[in-house]
């Protein structure tokens, strides 16, 4: 059973950084697309970011220039660099994996989430 687990928030002020991380673990032959979506309250869940397996990436127009996307195959994990953070930025971050198991079955994985809070 493959699972995500995300480390990395916190409560920020505005204008300040974190680093969100999300490690893979499991059955895993590969890992195609990683990602990053967001839900604030009250608001469905959207894309933050994607980064592909060979490392091209997506971001959406909201964090353009402030949030890099990142990963590290060898461990299997994405990283989520925030900087220039916001209030509106606040939020409970997922982490998403398109993954191939060991058993030849693609799965959609999900994270529980990590909260951001940015707030003076």
């Known amino acids: 059973q493959v699972q995500l687990v995300e480390s990395g928030g916190g409560l920020v002020q505005p204008g300040g950084s974190l680093r969100l991380s999300c490690a893979a673990s499991?059955?895993?032959?590969?890992?195609?697309?990683m990602g990053w979506y967001c839900q604030a309250p009250g608001k469905q869940r959207e894309l933050v970011a994607i980064?592909?397996?060979?490392?091209?990436?997506t971001y959406a127009d909201s964090v353009k220039g402030r949030f890099t996307i990142s990963r590290d195959n060898a461990k299997n994990t994405v990283y989520l660099q925030m900087n220039s953070l916001k209030p509106e930025d606040t939020a409970v971050y997922y982490c998403?994996?398109?993954?191939?198991?060991?058993?030849?079955?693609?799965?959609?994985?999900w994270g529980k989430g990590t909260l951001v809070t940015v707030s003076s």
């Open positions: 499991g059955s895993i032959f590969k890992i195609d697309n």
């Open positions: 980064i592909t397996s060979g490392d091209s990436t």
């Open positions: 998403n994996a398109d993954v191939l198991e060991r058993s030849w079955r693609r799965r959609d994985i």
